[in-house]
């Protein structure tokens, strides 16, 4: 509809088709007018030369044919009259003695009488032609209020010959052929008035086709076509049309595409280095504690602010304490950049991961029992798989070491009598897949912290990640390592704590 409407505004418009309309019609208004007017002051002077031209023509025949043939033989008068039928004159020939020898009209008295006067020069009248053998001139007869075109001369016998023409039958034709080309012309201009506004239309339809075209294409719209078709100009131009169309729409695709490809390496640029930012926040921040606590302990010892041994000592074990933590957030994350560039390669092999979980356990057991904690592990078999041996016990003593420090008893109003604080581990095997889970009491993460618990630095309780030594890259570490592996990880909340788990390819024992 909108399409429709567009077209209708255009045909509305003052368009070409009217200005083209308009040029033909003054052109052949013009055209008929001046030929009207070279018709009206022209046509009669030359008719009056072509009647010249014929009644000397006659002459010639007449004078030509005397020499050769008798006056009075059937062959000279038969020729005579048909000259002067033919050029509508009325001649006679008189002899030297003033005989007619011949004449075209009954009545020659006038005939003679005007020979007489030209003899004598009683005609004043300018000659329009003169030679040796004849004059024509213009001549009015008096007593007829005629005028004439009139010629007289001697033939070549001696013999002399007078010849005219009425002019007012050149005046009527002339009136004549003027009023009738008024009409006609009138007539035509009507007739190719209608017949130009039809083909005017056939020419500035393709070319309002084509500016509603460009209309659409300055509007990046390029579903429209040219498809009227010919072989003419104007089809070439809108092939070309369709062709700079499908360029454009393929250009403009590709500056879309590519517009878009920057935005996201911006938005990525960006992101990287607000990541960049906080991971030296967070590094910088991790960094501050410990290097504050053991300059302050070491200046104490420097200044003996404690002699006794046992205060240096335990000034020592914090320094200590505190440089084996820098220590260890360095190696974390030499660790994370290696896995994260790919630049740490994984070796894949088929082992027991039941006695890899009882081994890390049995090492953790001391830790448990001082803790009170309640473990439940149950594998009697061995459970096989294909992975990294190394990097799967790191993704399991993550999970385990935060379960140790984060478990908790439920609740007094959730539990009950003889439960207190519980961790389990266990092995579930589908699909191909074995899933290792490590469960433990205590408060649910909140919900909005869970999609965060994979970044580095995040911390959940930053005071009890600080209190047991967490740097908050340990998560950060099992992303990077199952992202690796190419299999699933993630983090369930339960009403009474929370589950870690992660899946390795099952290798049933041969």
Same mark, same amino acid.
């Given at each position: 509809m909108e399409r429709d409407k567009e077209k209708a505004k255009y045909r509305n418009s003052s368009s070409i088709r009217v200005e083209l309309a308009i040029i033909f019609i003054i052109l052949m208004v013009v055209t008929i007018g001046l030929y009207w007017i070279v018709n009206t002051l022209f046509l009669?002077?030359?008719?009056?030369?072509?009647?010249?031209? +014929?009644?000397?023509? @006659?002459?010639?025949?007449?004078? &030509? !044919?005397?020499?050769?043939?008798?006056?009075? %033989? /059937?062959?000279?008068?038969?020729?005579?009259?048909?000259?002067?039928?033919? +050029?509508?004159?009325? @001649?006679?020939?008189?002899?030297? &003695? !003033?005989?007619?020898?011949?004449?075209?009209? %009954? /009545?020659?008295?006038?005939l003679v009488r005007r020979l007489l006067d030209h003899l004598f020069d009683k005609d004043d009248r300018p000659a329009l032609l003169t030679t040796e053998k004849y004059v024509v001139r213009n001549s009015r007869d008096p007593r007829m209020q005629m005028d004439y075109l009139e010629l007289w001369g001697s033939l070549k016998g001696?013999?002399?010959?007078?010849?005219?023409?009425?002019?007012?039958?050149?005046?009527?034709?002339?009136?004549?052929?003027?009023?009738?080309?008024?009409?006609?012309?009138?007539?035509?201009?009507?007739?190719?008035?209608?017949?130009?506004?039809?083909?005017?239309?056939?020419?500035?339809?393709?070319?309002?086709?084509?500016a509603h075209i460009s209309e659409r294409m300055a509007q990046l719209d390029f579903e429209a076509k040219y498809t009227r078709g010919g072989s003419n100009e104007l089809a070439l131009l809108g092939k070309n049309m369709n062709e700079l169309s499908e360029a454009l729409e393929r250009t403009i695709s590709e500056l879309k595409t590519a517009n878009a490809e920057l935005k996201r390496d911006i938005a990525l640029k960006e992101k990287q280095?607000?990541?960049?930012?906080?991971?030296?926040?967070?590094?910088?921040?991790?960094?501050?504690?410990?290097?504050?606590?053991i300059q302050g302990y070491a200046e104490g010892l420097k200044d003996n602010v404690n002699d006794d041994p046992e205060s240096r000592d335990y000034y020592c074990d914090v320094i200590k304490d505190e440089s084996g933590k820098m220590n260890q957030l360095v190696l974390s994350l030499i660790s994370l950049n290696h896995l994260e560039s790919g630049e740490d390669a994984l070796t894949f092999e088929r082992f027991?991961?039941?006695?890899?979980?009882?081994?890390?356990?049995?090492?953790?057991?001391?830790?448990?029992?001082?803790?009170?904690i309640d473990l439940s592990f149950s594998a009697e078999q061995p459970c096989f798989v294909w992975a990294d041996e190394f990097k799967v016990e790191e993704v399991f003593m993550n999970y385990f070491s935060n379960a140790m420090h984060y478990c908790q008893a439920p609740p007094a109003s959730d539990r009950g009598e003889d439960e207190g604080k519980r961790i389990e581990v266990k092995f579930a095997l589908r699909q191909g897949k074995v899933r290792i889970s490590?469960?433990?009491?205590?408060?649910?993460?909140?919900?909005?912290?869970?999609?965060?618990?994979?970044?580095?630095?995040?911390?959940?309780?930053?005071?009890?990640?600080?209190e047991y030594g967490g740097s908050g890259l340990g998560l950060s570490i099992v992303k990077a390592i199952m992202e690796a592996f190419g299999r699933e990880y993630g983090a369930i909340n339960y009403g009474n704590g929370v589950e870690f788990f992660f899946e390795l390819d099952s290798a049933a024992e041969p």
């Open positions: 009669e002077k030359y008719y009056r030369l072509e009647k010249q031209r +014929g009644i000397v023509k @006659a002459y010639e025949n007449i004078d &030509s !044919l005397a020499e050769k043939e008798d006056m009075q %033989g /059937e062959v000279f008068q038969k020729a005579f009259f048909q000259w002067c039928a033919a +050029g509508n004159l009325d @001649a006679a020939i008189i002899s030297p &003695s !003033l005989d007619v020898l011949l004449s075209s009209e %009954g /009545e020659d008295a006038l001696g013999d002399i010959i007078i010849m005219r023409t009425a002019l007012d039958s050149i005046r009527e034709s002339a009136a004549i052929s003027n009023r009738f080309l008024a009409y006609a012309g009138f007539f035509m201009i009507v007739v190719c008035a209608i017949i130009i506004w039809f083909v005017s239309k056939k020419i500035t339809s393709p070319i309002l086709d084509l280095e607000a990541v960049r930012m906080e991971f030296l926040s967070s590094v910088a921040h991790e960094l501050k504690t410990p290097l504050a606590l027991d991961v039941r006695e890899l979980i009882e081994g890390c356990i049995q090492s953790n057991m001391l830790f448990i029992k001082q803790n009170g490590v469960f433990n009491t205590g408060a649910p993460i909140p919900e909005e912290s869970l999609p965060k618990l994979w970044d580095k630095f995040y911390k959940v309780d930053k005071a009890r990640s600080r």
